[in-house]
């Protein structure tokens, strides 16, 4: 609504006041007929407290009381207004009648029935041709309704999260990727990790690896809506690495009709679970052993008739079991051994010792089978019952020994239907035996081979090591395996194993030596090649990490050894090779690897070692160098050849590389430390500009050592809570006023006072620290921000930067929903800041997660705009409200037109798009007043405040700094257009 002066009918004798009543407005019927047919309740009221009303619109029956009442009761707010809304409605009432500007509000009013509605109210202000203010007007809308479905949604929000965090059960929910994004307080007792731990774990760290794929495949049903919801079994593993079982049954969450999540509830069945599997297994393996021994299993009661009887007593005896079952023991046994019987039993219910004996039973069909039988009582409550028995057919023992007499004979024809070269020697290992197939393999007579042995078939190579091996068998006893190549009857060599045992006799020595030769040649050649495979990188064929650090300890040992094998260490990381492979795709991008380790083959000497360790990363091993300069034109021939194009199927391909370089010297270091300090190197390349090389020195060793100790340093000062909030407020710049703050993080070092954030927040985010600090930060800001809210009436707000970790984190709209919950903050009242670069790195994933936050109700800030990309189609794309102009604008602005031009345009484009925009940075009254002009509303920097301890912030709060109040009131804009307004009635 325009707040400018409105003209009024030149017949009218004077303005409106109290105690006048309104005129007709312009139009007259027609525009009151407007005004009180709309929905919304239209008044106009005095400008000062009470604000009593000179027009209400026919809509304000709404609230039961008689229309008369709203313009003959002066002090009618006082009495309609809840108790707890009138002080901060008048009071924002009053601001804006001093500041000119439109306000809108919500608060509640008491009907004539005592009910409370929720009114929203927009107010502006009436003013005569002189510019006075003689009335404020404006509408309400009731939002009651509103207002108690978000009741309703908070109280049921709170239902859910309780039961979520006491149940039982586990509960959860994960991405479509595996990732987990929340868990209840039973899985950190079901698993031993703590929730932040568990929001750091892929589903595969979970599940049992051999169960992976069920999990996989459960989902995948889910996804394709072949089931809405899979109830199944799965095995995880805990922390502790102990396994677990979870009967799961989980659904698939969707959003705007696309599966988002999976929700998933899992009960721990494993105790359950191992009970029934120990029952199974127990009586599965006495099933087992009761029908697949190979004895007889039996008992009977103590009158002998049989009470059960396994599958081999059936097949021993010839009775099947329903006929032994009918049977007593004097009916199987041989009468001969029936006394024996007797005696025993007897025996054993004297003694109750278990025993042992031989008899002989009668089969079915007649046979006499002799049986050596072990007895002993079945008892109940200590009472015996019956006997169990386990007999054995010891018929095969007398036909054993005619076997062993056979043996002999059964070895030779077993040597020679065998498919290996089977020979026996003599104790001084003379050949006395050799089969076939080893006749046939060397196509020699047997004569020839038993005479002179194969040493003349041995590969000369492999000769020595034979007769080594073999005498020390031959005078040890020992088990005697070799591989070596023997000389097929073609003259080709092929790989053999030889293994040979010595046969004693009964005093322990050697009578014969029983051997086998097994041709390994295919086995070997697949050796070689898996053994090639695994020290080589599978795409380029290049050596891989492993096979590099063999050559570079060889390099380190040459070196130790003479002054002249001096070597140098190349680390190559090729530049914008993720644009190429996401633009052009993973095919072009493999190839482009390809040719990038042919080129860089052709390039380095034949006794130089190239070698990929992975992705677009390359390790070059400069054997016995030269000087340091020699090594930097090596550098540059390898830039400048990369930096010539490729040919990739019907692309053109350009590409740089970033070389970290490091030369050995006097230093002894081990080879992982002559990587790690390359791979640093060529990471200072990059931030030089890449496409560069840097030469490892001292400097960068001691840089090194620097940000360890920070790293060090600052896990304990994680550990501790060694951190700080500061606040530096947002100031109204139109009127000074404070309501808003930004929070800073400062790390109190025990040694080194406090220390600002661009001297740990980078080691943070390479770490993974950022993750925790940034935690902290946003409950420290977000308790500090509740705790003053309730001391004020002014809304305020606080704004947390977000790094690009946290952005990416699954765990980060749990923790902002959590904080949000235990403080009572409105989501509004939470802006949190990313920068371009942040956003821009990973879009796809930054927008999914910044459309998730928006969706929560919380303003989204781009922070340092004009620096990184800053195109329209970013602002249109990501749901920002606001922009905040990098300081560095700011600061150049009164003395460079261009950044002065660049500030204003941004001015212009926050307001075209409906953006806030901040100016950071302002220092100087110079500055304030520029931005003032253009239009400029919100700014922070060190003129108005440097960040301040949470006790100081506070009592900034709707106050102005001192400079605004030196400064005085604002530089007026240029005039607005005019509208009018005539004759309200």
Not at 726 to 744: K, M, R, S
Not at 783 to 789: I, K
């Amino acid at each position: 609504m325009d707040t400018s002066s409105p003209s009024f009918d030149e017949s009218s004798p004077e303005p409106l006041s109290r105690d006048t009543p309104p005129r007709r407005m312009k139009g007259q019927t027609d525009y009151r007929s407007l005004i009180e047919n709309l929905p919304v309740l239209f008044y106009v009221v005095d400008p000062e407290p009470p604000y009593s009303p000179q027009y209400v619109s026919p809509a304000f029956s709404l609230f039961g009381y008689p229309l008369e009442m709203w313009t003959s009761d002066p002090e009618v707010w006082i009495r309609i207004i809840h108790p707890e809304d009138q002080e901060w409605v008048f009071s924002q009432t009053t601001e804006s009648t001093e500041s000119g500007e439109e306000v809108d509000y919500e608060y509640r009013i008491f009907d004539a029935a005592g009910e409370v509605h929720w009114v929203r109210d927009r107010g502006c202000l009436i003013r005569d041709e002189a510019g006075r203010v003689i009335f404020r007007e404006g509408v309400m809308i009731d939002i009651t309704g509103r207002k108690i479905a978000e009741q309703a949604l908070a109280e049921n929000e709170q239902r859910y999260r309780t039961l979520f965090e006491n149940a039982n059960d586990v509960i959860y929910v994960h991405d479509l990727e595996g990732n987990y994004i929340s868990m209840n307080t039973a899985a950190e007792r079901v698993f031993g990790y703590t929730r932040e731990e568990a929001l750091q774990l892929h589903m595969s760290e979970i599940v049992a690896p051999e169960q992976l794929e069920l999990a996989k495949r459960k989902l995948q049903e889910k996804l394709k809506g072949e089931a809405s919801q899979t109830v199944y079994e799965l095995d995880c593993i805990r922390k502790d690495g102990s396994r677990l079982t979870l009967e799961i049954n989980s659904t698939v969450i969707y959003k705007d009709g696309q599966p988002v999540a999976v929700q998933g509830i899992a009960r721990d069945i494993t105790e359950r679970r191992q009970s029934e599997e120990a029952l199974r297994e127990s009586e599965k393996r006495y099933r087992d052993l009761f029908e697949n021994a190979n004895d007889i299993i039996y008992t009977h009661d103590l009158r002998g008739n049989f009470t059960s009887l396994n599958q081999t007593g059936e097949r021993i005896t010839g009775y099947t079991r329903e006929e032994a079952l009918k049977m007593n023991i004097v009916q199987v046994v041989a009468p001969e051994s029936l006394a024996s019987a007797r005696e025993m039993t007897a025996r054993k219910l004297a003694e109750d010792q278990s025993t042992t004996y031989q008899i002989e039973i009668v089969a079915k069909d007649g046979r006499r089978v002799p049986l050596e039988l072990s007895t002993r009582l079945i008892l109940q409550r200590g009472v015996p019952v019956g006997v169990q028995g386990i007999g054995r057919d010891v018929t095969e023992r007398r036909r054993a020994e005619e076997a062993l007499r056979s043996s002999e004979h059964k070895f030779r024809q077993l040597g020679e239907g065998i498919y290996h070269q089977v020979w026996t020697a003599e104790p001084d290992g003379r050949l006395d035996y050799v089969n076939q197939r080893t006749i046939e393999y060397f196509d020699r007579p047997e004569e020839e081979i038993l005479g002179a042995g194969w040493q003349d078939m041995i590969h000369p190579d492999d000769l020595q090591t034979c007769l080594i091996e073999w005498s020390n068998s031959l005078a040890t006893g020992k088990y005697f395996e070799v591989e070596f190549r023997l000389r097929r009857h073609d003259g080709v060599y092929r790989w053999h194993k030889a293994r040979a045992n010595a046969g004693r006799d009964s005093s322990g020595r050697i009578t014969k030596w029983f051997g086998t030769n097994t041709d390994i040649d295919d086995q070997k050649q697949t050796e070689d090649k898996l053994n090639y495979l695994a020290r080589h990188d599978a795409l380029t064929g290049l050596p891989n990490r492993p096979e590099f650090m063999n050559h570079l300890r060889g390099a380190i040992s040459r070196a130790e050894r003479t002054e002249s094998a001096r070597f140098a260490v190349l680390f190559l990381d090729l530049d914008r090779f993720k644009v190429i492979n996401d633009s052009l795709g993973h095919i072009v991008g493999d190839k482009l690897l390809k040719a990038i380790a042919d080129r860089l083959n052709a390039l380095v000497r034949p006794g130089d070692v190239v070698a990929r360790l992975g992705g677009d990363e390359f390790v070059i091993l400069l054997n016995r160098t030269g000087s340091r300069e020699e090594i930097v034109k090596v550098a540059d021939r390898l830039q400048e050849n990369l930096e010539r194009p490729f040919e990739i199927d019907s692309y053109e391909v350009f590409t740089s590389a970033s070389i970290g370089i490091i030369v050995s010297d006097d230093i002894m270091r081990e080879p992982e430390d002559f990587l790690r300090d390359a791979d640093s190197a060529m990471y200072r390349a990059k931030e030089s500009g890449k496409a560069r090389y840097e030469v490892f020195d001292k400097e960068m060793h001691t840089r090194n050592l620097n940000l360890l100790r920070v790293e060090t340093d600052l896990r304990r000062a994680v550990e501790r809570g060694d951190f700080e909030v500061l606040y530096q407020p947002i100031v109204d710049i139109t009127d000074g006023t404070v309501c808003e703050f930004e929070a800073l993080i400062r790390w109190r070092h025990p040694e080194n006072g406090l220390i600002p954030p661009d001297e740990f927040i980078s080691v943070a985010e390479e770490t993974g620290l950022i993750v925790p600090i940034g935690k902290w930060i946003l409950n420290e800001a977000c308790s500090n921000l509740a705790a003053w809210q309730t001391k004020t009436a002014h809304r305020l707000s606080v704004s947390v930067n977000l790094s690009a970790k946290q952005l990416m984190h699954p765990s980060l709209i749990g923790q902002i929903e959590t904080v949000l919950t235990e403080t009572g903050l409105e989501p509004g009242q939470l802006k949190l800041e990313v920068t371009e670069s942040t956003v821009m790195e990973q879009s796809e994933r930054s927008l999914r997660v910044l459309r998730e936050l928006d969706a929560l109700g919380l303003q989204l800030a781009t922070d340092d705009f004009g620096t990184g990309y800053s195109s329209l189609s970013y602002l249109a794309r990501f749901p920002f409200d606001r922009l905040k102009i990098d300081r560095s604008f700011i600061d150049k602005m009164i003395i460079d037109d261009k950044s002065s031009a660049i500030v204003k345009t941004i001015l212009m484009l926050g307001e075209n798009l409906g953006i806030d925009v901040v100016a950071e940075g302002i220092e100087t009254p110079d500055q304030l007043r520029r931005l003032q002009l253009f239009g400029c509303r919100l700014g922070q920097g060190f003129y108005f405040s440097k960040p301040v301890g949470a006790e100081m912030a506070r009592n900034l709060i709707g106050k102005r700094p001192g400079r605004m109040l030196e400064l005085g009131p604002p530089p007026l804009p240029a005039a607005p257009d005019v509208v009018e307004l005539r004759d309200v009635q």
